[in-house]
C-alpha cells in the first residue's frame, strides 16, 4: 500500500514538473523569438529600440522593446522566473524520490565504481553544484566576452562532467545528471544572475539612475544560454526509458553529440526567427543530422556474440533465478521491492513469464545492461550472451 502512494506522489510529482518545465521551456522559446522580431517603424515611442506585431487567439498584439528600459515603470510589472524555480524544484524531488532513495540500486553500479548509497548521494550533489561554479566561472571570465570561445568552453565542460558521471555513476544516473547538471546552470542562470540584475536596472530606473546597461547584456547572454540548452536538457531528462543511449563504454560521446545536434537545431531556428534566410544558416542541419546519425551507429546493438548454442530451459532459468527473480518474483526477496510487488509488474519467476517478456528481457539485459538493476548480483556478459540465445531460440 505504501509503495502505491508512493508511486502516485512520484506521478503527481512529474506531472507538475512536466507542467512548469513546458511553462519555462515555452518562455524561453517565445522570449527569444520575440526579441530577434522586432523591427524599426516610422513612429516609435522614445527609447525604443523596435516593435513587433503578433496575432494569437483572437487577438492582436503590439510590443515594444525599449533599448535599455523605459523612463518610468508601472507596477503590475510581470516577471517570469517562477516557472524557473519551480521547475528546479519538482526536478530536485523528482530526483529525490526516484534516484536518492534508492541510491544504492538506480545510482550505483559497482562494475563502474563500488560506492554505497550515501556516498554517490553526497558525490551526485557535489558534481551538480561544481558544474555550475564551473560555467559561472567561465562566463565571468574573459573567455565570457567571446562568444564562440565560450560556446566551445560550455560545451567541453559539460562533457568533461559527462565523462565523469560516466565513470562514476550507472548509464542511467550519468545520464539523468547530464541533464540534471544543465538543468541546475539554467536555473542558476535566472536565480543568481538573470533576475538579480534586471532587479538592479529596475531599482535604478525607479530611482531616477541611469541603468547600467551591461547587466542587462550580460543577463540577455545567460538567457540566450538556457534557450541554446534546452533541446538537449529535454532529451537528457527522458533518457532514462532508452537504455540503449547509456549501457555502453561510449556513453560520454551520445552526451557530446546530443548536446551539439541540440544547440545546431536551435541555432538554425534562432537565427531564421532573426530574419536569416534558411539557405544561409542551412549547413547547421546536414550538421546536427550527422551528429545524430553518429548516436544511432555507437549506439547500436551488438549482433550475435557467442552463436546460437542451444540452451536449455533449465540453465537459461539457472540465470534468471541468480539475478532476476530476487525483484521479479511476485513476493520480491530484495529488500527495496519487498513491500511495493515486482518492478513494473514484470515477473520473471517461471519460463512462460520470461517468455512473455521476452522483449524487454532482450533490450534490458542482452542487448542493453540495464537489467539487473544497479547490476549487484554482477551478471557477466556470457551470462547476458546465453540468455540472448535462450531468447533468440524461442
Ligand atoms: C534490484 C532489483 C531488480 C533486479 C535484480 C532486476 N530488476 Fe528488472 N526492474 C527493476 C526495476 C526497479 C524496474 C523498473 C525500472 C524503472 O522504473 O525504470 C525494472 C524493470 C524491468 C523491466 C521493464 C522495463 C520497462 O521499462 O518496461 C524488465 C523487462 C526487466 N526489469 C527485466 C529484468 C531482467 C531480465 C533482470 C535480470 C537479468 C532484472 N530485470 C533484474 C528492478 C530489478
Redesign the pocket.
Known sequence: MSAFVIDWFNLFLRWFHLIVGIAWIGASFHFVWLDFSFRKRETMNPGVYGTSWLVHGGGFYHVEKYQVAPPSLPDDLHWFKWEAYLTFLSGFLLMVAQYYVNAS?FLVDPQILVMTGPEAVVISLFLLFSGWVGYDFLCRSAIGRHTGWLAISVFALIVLEGVLFTHVFSGRGAFIHTGAMIGTMMTANVFRVIIPNQRLVTRDLLAGRDPDAELLRIGKQRSLHNNYLTLPVLLFMVS??YGFLYNHPQAWAVIALIVLAGGLIRHFINRVDAGATPSSVFWTLPLAACGLMATIIITAPQSGSSGHRDVTDAEMMAI?GT??S???APKPR?E??RDSGP??G?L?DTVAHVRQ?RQ??MT??VQGRI????N??K?TDEERAT?GAWLAAR
Not at 537489467?371 to 544497479?374: E, K, S
Request: proline residues 7%.
Open positions: 540500486s532514462n526509458h534468471v539475478h532476476c530476487s525483484c521479479h530484495h527495496a521491492f518492478p513494473k514484470v520473471l517478456n524487454g528481457v534490458q539485459s537489467m539487473p538493476l544497479g549487484e548480483s551478471m540468455l
